[in-house]
């Protein structure tokens, strides 16, 4: 089963109506996909590409947001790391996960120890990308992981088809 890339979707069909709200700023699904696209753009320069497992520390803010979408675009598999760990602790799921790249807010960005490290701030040249037209549902969306209360945390694999009917049910309550 296949899901059309639902955000160029969004675009087409309601481009102008509000997509996000961050810090009293509303910004439409025309604008939201302008900066993810650019963020696409940046991700694919430094080498990111479709099924990449990719970690991201960052905050909840517009950048982050706009992040997630840009790996989600390139059909990258993001890796989200909860920024309260320790160094030692995201070394543990960096390695564990896999992942080729960490993409790492400013603040945070000294927690990590691995050379495929890209701050958010350092992200800057751009080359056109691909971007997935459909989603496969059963390919892996992300990672999370688990608090690790009996032994080392654990990456917990989502799926397109996760998500898809985990924000169905949100939209039903």
Do not use: C
């Amino acid at each position: 089963m296949e899901l059309t890339n639902w955000l160029e979707k969004r675009v087409r069909l309601s481009g102008e109506k509000t997509a996000l709200v961050f810090q009293n700023k509303s910004e439409t699904f025309n604008e939201v996909y302008q900066v993810v696209r650019q963020y696409a753009d940046r991700l694919y320069a430094i080498g990111i590409r479709k099924e990449d497992y990719v970690a991201l520390i960052g905050k909840n803010d517009r950048a982050t947001f706009m992040l997630i979408h840009a790996l989600q675009q390139l059909g990258a598999v993001t890796v989200f790391l909860n920024n309260r760990l320790t160094a030692r602790e995201l070394a543990y799921q960096i390695k564990q996960s896999d992942s080729k790249y960490v993409l790492a807010a400013d603040e945070f960005a000294e927690k990590i120890t691995v050379p495929f490290l890209y701050r958010f701030s350092e992200l800057q040249a751009e080359q056109a990308a691909e971007l997935v037209a459909v989603f496969e549902m059963e390919r892996p969306a992300s990672i999370m992981y688990t608090s690790g209360t009996t032994g080392n945390p654990k990456g917990v694999i989502q799926t397109y088809q996760n998500h898809f009917w985990s924000a169905m049910a949100s939209a039903l309550i």
